[in-house]
């Protein structure tokens, strides 16, 4: 909750500041205040187009055009000695613009140096795979696609990395609900138990807060198998009010509820 301010003579404000609230931006500095982004942005923009650049954070960052994502990437590898893909992937603007930002982070191990590299890509689109560029690229390019449904051109293997490859809809959209949509909520019922199941199973609680493993009306499979509401019998009450498996664990103290503590304040 925002903390309340004094509203006397509030529409003599400006409006945007005393309404809403404005995201601090990080400083950007020149590229020529870097005497070595300035000979890899020069190196670059001689032979591609170059939307905008600027250094943040200690980084360069360069935003291209997504075709050429690719040949980008393969100069900045061969020619610049941005060797390391450390991390790529997207991000969901498709409410607002119709588009994906795309990113990939680099590092030059030999220079000390880290880029940024960013490209906007419609929906309907494709992307170029990096997988002949980066090796690295592979797992990420389809993890991209599985989560945020991002189209990849010449992966060898374009298939969904984390949900199953029957599942519908893309979980890090912000389209998609926070608790799952109805396939998602009937997914491991029908799986498990079959379709003729849902009347007596019942759907799957997707609450994020709280999963209560003797509660066999709104968790499926806690436990042992159990009919719609029957009371768990896989193990005796107490054992749900322990932290560890039978034996514990080498050299780790065995936690229970008992030894617990809650803290009322922070430290």
Request: proline share 4%; net charge neutral.
């Amino acid at each position: 909750m925002r903390r309340y301010t004094d509203k006397t003579n509030a529409q003599a404000k400006s409006y945007h500041t005393d309404r809403f609230y404005q995201v601090p931006q990080t400083p950007k500095a020149a590229v020529d205040s870097d005497e070595i982004f300035a000979a890899d942005y020069k190196s670059l923009s001689a032979k591609f187009d170059i939307k905008d650049a600027y250094i943040e954070i200690g980084q360069l960052v360069v935003i291209i055009d997504p075709k050429d994502n690719k040949e980008v990437m393969t100069h900045l590898r061969d020619k610049c000695g941005y060797t390391f893909l450390s991390e790529m992937s997207a991000m969901d603007y498709l409410a607002k613009d119709g588009e994906y930002e795309i990113f990939y982070q680099l590092l030059a191990m030999k220079k000390r140096k880290r880029m940024r590299v960013k490209c906007r890509l419609k929906e309907e689109h494709a992307i170029e795979s990096l997988y002949d560029v980066y090796k690295s690229a592979d797992w990420a390019e389809r993890e991209m696609f599985d989560m945020l449904g991002v189209k990849v051109n010449n992966h060898p293997y374009m298939k969904r990395i984390l949900m199953p490859e029957d599942w519908e809809g893309h979980p890090l959209l912000k389209t998609y609900p926070l608790v799952g949509d109805e396939a998602g909520q009937w997914y491991e019922i029908d799986k498990i138990f079959g379709k003729e199941y849902r009347d007596v199973v019942g759907p799957e609680n997707r609450d994020t807060k709280r999963i209560d493993p003797k509660d066999t009306k709104n968790f499926a499979r806690i436990g042992h198998e159990v009919g719609y509401g029957e009371k768990p019998v896989s193990k005796p009450d107490h054992a749900y009010d322990e932290f560890q498996e039978e034996g514990g664990v080498p050299l780790i103290t065995r936690f229970t509820k008992e030894n617990q503590k809650t803290l009322k304040e922070r430290k």
